[in-house]
Structures are given as structure tokens and as C-alpha cells.
């Protein structure tokens, strides 16, 4: 299944001699790292060179269990990409303990950059000094590696803290190598600028921005945020980049799962302009012969100021759709139809 286009081709070594003991008409297998190990993006002034989709672990320890959480970390993997984002607080730890178990068993830590939202879990909650060294310290040994590449300070957890006291801990993690860089989610704009200003005294910088944001979900990226966004060259990197799996388009009646917590998240999209949406998603897919998921994935790398979006997958092959959407380049017709169709 090509991912990336022609240039795929370069990208892949072939062994043209086949094994001994194989049929010479057996298939000549593939060697070498996936097509998409060459395909990577400097992640704003973070640093960090990334694929241009994370694979988030949201689901691992909650909807999905070890070993399907690990067969699809296998197969983000070996399609080339090299970021895995996850929370102190996502299953009260359990999706740390399930990354940290395969980065371990496959021997990938350094080949991969991990990304942790701290904030939000219950016996470490919020910003403050001593409970974010501490969520920091439970991250680590979760994880099972001495650092994360970038920490996402969640403002969401905590609206007391003094930004001053927490980016003065935050400078204490960057120095002691226990974090490379930081990035935010749920700071307002106001708070963005306060934050550059601190830098400019000698505080830490946050270089990443998270926030919720996909085709459906466009006020919360607002015009503020983008103003600031861009000024300060921060790396936009959004979450819920398919809405709960809605824009996947798997999910078009109310009927199934109706009352679980997934389920109620993919019926409050189920209205005219969801399904006006699915079928605009629909209508570029069969063009372009890729799935819906590929099509959102592509619709939020084709916005300005987004570096990556942070995709959850339940199966492996849902892995192969996301990483489609990487090769894809939508015309600013086809732009503008989806845009028309989520209005």
C-alpha cells in the first residue's frame, strides 16, 4: 500500500537475492526501515525531528488492551513514524506502563521521541512545584526511561499555580536532562505571551502547542491563539484530530455503543453537519483513493502552523489509514469543499 507516492520506492531497500531455502518463487521480502523513517519535519524550535503524525496512546489500558496497544505502537513503528504522545492521567497511568512495556521489550527508546501531557493525575494534580516534579519522577518510572523529550504543561489541571513557579520548576526538569523541551495545552493566549516574556527572562520557552482542533472542532483554535501561535513560531500539534473516531467515518448510526462514554462522544457529532461532513470526506477519498481518516489527517496538515496531529488508533490497520494521510496533498478545491461542508 503506497504511503507516500512515487518516492516510496527510494525510500525501501529490497534484498534481490532470496534467502536460501525459499522457492524461488516465493515473494522477495522487504528489508530495511518503513518508507516513512525518511519522512521527517523539524518540530518548530523544539529541537525534536518528527514524523508529521504522533500516534497518541489515549486509548492504551482504557478501550484498548496490552497486546493490541503494543501491535499497533509495532505498526506506527515500521511505517516510519517515530512519536508517541501520552498522559500522567490517561487510565490513571496504565497507557504509560503499556508504552514504557514496548519501549522497552523492542529496545525503541532511542529511536523514538516521547511526548507526555503532565498535569492531570490524581496523586500528583496540577502545576505546582512539588507535584510536578513528582508527576514527572511517576512518569519516568511508568515509562521506564530517564527523560521525556517534551513535557506538555496542562493548564487545563490547574488555574492557580503561578505560570512563574511552574516554568521555574520546568527549568529545573530542562537542566537536570529529565525533560528536552516543553510545550502547552489549554493556556490562553494571554498566558502565551506571559510565558515569552518570562523566556525572556530567563525561563525555560515553550516551544509546542496542543489544542483540540480538527474539521469540526475550529473554534478552539481561535483567531487569538493563531495570532500568538505564529508570533511566537510555536509548533502546533492537535489533538482529537478525528473527533473521537467520527471523522474515521466508521461510525454513522446512533445504535451501537449508544451508551458508553465513546459512544455518547461519536453521537454528539452525529447531526447534518457531521454527516454533511463524512460525505464531503467521502467525495476526496474516492478521488484520491484513501480512506476518510487519511482525508482529516490531511485537511489538518494542509492549516497553517500545524506541525502534527496526534492520532489514537484501536488496530493496527487503523495505523496504515492515519499514516496515508502524511502523502496526501488536497487541492485548495477540495479544501474548500470539506470547509463548506463543516460550516
Not at 40 to 57: D, T
Not at 59 to 73: K, M, P, T, Y
Not at 99 to 105: D, N, P, R, T, V
Not at 154 to 179: F, M, N, Q, Y
Amino acid at each position: 500500500m503506497p504511503f507516500f507516492g512515487a518516492g516510496a520506492d527510494a525510500a525501501t531497500r529490497i534484498d534481490a537475492v532470496p534467502p536460501r531455502g525459499h522457492h524461488p518463487s516465493a515473494p522477495i521480502p522487504v528489508q530495511g526501515p518503513g518508507v516513512g523513517a525518511g519522512v521527517r519535519h523539524r518540530l518548530g524550535e523544539s529541537g525534536l525531528e518528527i514524523f508529521p503524525l504522533i500516534l497518541g496512546g489515549s486509548e492504551f489500558g482504557w478501550n484498548v488492551d496490552l497486546e493490541s496497544s503494543h501491535g499497533i505502537l509495532d505498526a506506527y513503528a515500521e511505517l516510519g513514524g517515530n512519536v508517541v504522545h501520552t498522559a500522567d492521567s490517561f487510565s490513571g497511568g496504565r497507557s504509560e506502563h503499556i508504552i514504557g512495556q514496548w519501549l522497552h521489550s523492542r529496545g525503541m527508546r532511542e529511536d523514538m521521541v516521547l511526548a507526555v501531557r503532565i498535569g492531570g493525575h490524581p496523586d500528583n494534580p496540577g502545576l505546582g512545584p512539588v507535584d510536578l516534579v513528582r508527576a514527572v519522577e511517576s512518569s519516568l518510572g511508568r515509562l521506564r526511561t530517564d527523560r521525556v523529550d517534551l513535557i506538555y504543561l496542562d493548564a487545563t489541571a490547574d488555574s492557580v499555580t503561578a505560570l512563574e513557579d511552574t516554568l521555574a520548576t520546568a527549568e529545573w526538569l530542562v537542566e537536570t536532562g529529565k525533560a528536552r523541551t516543553l510545550g502547552a495545552i489549554g493556556y490562553t493566549a494571554t498566558q502565551l505571551i506571559e510565558a515569552r516574556i518570562l523566556a525572556s527572562a530567563g525561563f525555560p520557552r515553550l516551544t509546542v502547542l496542543d489544542v483540540p482542533f480538527n474539521i469540526l472542532r475550529r473554534h478552539e483554535f481561535d483567531e487569538d491563539l493563531r495570532l500568538i501561535a505564529g508570533a511566537q513560531q510555536l509548533a502546533v500539534t492537535p489533538s482529537h484530530a478525528l473527533e473521537h473516531g467520527f471523522l474515521a467515518g466508521r461510525h454513522r448510526t446512533r445504535s451501537k455503543g449508544a451508551l458508553s462514554v465513546r459512544g455518547a462522544q461519536l453521537a454528539a457529532s452525529l447531526n447534518r453537519r457531521g454527516t454533511r461532513t463524512l460525505r464531503a470526506l467521502d467525495a476526496v477519498g474516492a478521488e484520491l483513493g484513501v480512506p476518510d481518516a487519511a482525508v482529516a489527517v490531511a485537511w489538518l496538515l494542509a492549516q497553517k502552523l500545524v506541525s502534527a496531529p496526534i492520532v489514537n488508533a484501536y488496530a493496527p490497520q487503523h495505523v496504515e489509514e492515519l499514516v496515508q494521510g502524511v502523502g496526501v496533498r488536497l487541492s485548495r478545491a477540495q479544501l474548500a469543499e470539506i470547509a463548506r461542508a463543516a460550516d
